[in-house]
Nanobody
Framework: QVELVESGGGLVQAGGSLRLSCAASGRRVSSYTMGWFRQVPGKGREFVAG????????SYVGSVKGRFTISRDNDMKVVWLQMKSLKPDDTAVYYC???????????????????WGQGTQVTVSA
């Protein structure tokens, strides 16, 4: 069983920064690919960033490349999403997700992720 708890969302002006955290529980979390997704009302969940089990590989959606950074600490069982130069289009509920087939690649489809957090709201004002 895996439990994911996000934190760090909030209201920020355009151009500002936020850091989201995802605290994970579970014995094998350190061997899972982790991802961040976001969702706005009326649309499906969009892949934002993913990180391999060892942190050696990362992947980003084009719209956040150069602005967002995903990282993890397996000892602490935490995954972060550092967001800079935020834009109003980044406004969404952000979800942390775990892909529990150990030592796999980074998937961008939400269908490939087995566990999800409850989400944290990020609102960027113009």
């Amino acid at each position: 069983q895996v439990e994911l708890v996000e934190s760090g969302g909030g209201l920020v002006q355009a151009g500002g920064s936020l850091r989201l955290s995802c605290a994970a529980s579970g014995r094998r979390v350190s061997s899972y690919t982790m991802g961040w997704f976001r969702q706005v009302p009326g649309k499906g969940r969009e892949f934002v960033a993913g990180i391999s089990w060892d942190g050696g590989r990362t992947s980003y959606v084009g719209s956040v490349k150069g602005r967002f950074t995903i990282s993890r600490d397996n000892d602490m069982k935490v995954v972060w999403l550092q967001m800079k130069s935020l834009k109003p289009d980044d406004t969404a509920v952000y979800y942390c997700a775990a892909q529990t087939d150990e030592f796999t690649e980074i998937y961008t489809s939400p269908l490939m992720y087995n566990y999800w957090g409850q989400g944290t709201q990020v609102t960027v004002s113009a």
